[in-house]
């Protein structure tokens, strides 16, 4: 089992930053992609960013060049670098791990969420 624990959630005005962390513990698998997606408030979850084990990336459009995504795979954690944030922006973050356990096949662990909100 895999347990991921997000932090670094926040109120924000437009323009500005925040950087949010997740943490992954239990049975980490080599073939995994770790990435943020987020969800809005009627809307579906959508993925952000996310970051193979060796360090290719993929971004939504809509946050190209002011996102950034980064892995640490010593320590199993995957952080989320949001710059000129939007009121757009704003959703409920989750973290994801997809372990490719039989390639295409996968399975998905989530952590809880954490709000970002972007307003004056």
């Known amino acids: 089992q895999v347990q991921l624990v997000e932090s670094g959630g926040g109120l924000v005005q437009p323009g500005g930053s925040l950087r949010l962390s997740c943490a992954a513990s239990?049975?980490?698998?080599?073939?995994?992609?770790m990435g943020w997606y987020r969800q809005a408030p009627g809307k579906q979850r959508e993925l952000v960013a996310t970051?193979?084990?060796?360090?290719?990336?993929n971004y939504a459009d809509s946050v190209k060049g002011r996102f950034t995504i980064s892995r640490d795979n010593t320590k199993n954690t995957v952080d989320l670098q949001m710059n000129s944030l939007k009121p757009e922006d704003t959703a409920v973050y989750f973290c994801n791990v997809r372990w490719y356990y039989r390639f295409p096949n996968y399975r998905d662990y989530w952590g809880q969420g954490t709000q970002v909100t972007v307003s004056s």
């Open positions: 239990g049975s980490i698998f080599s073939e995994n992609v």
């Open positions: 970051i193979a084990r060796g360090g290719s990336t």
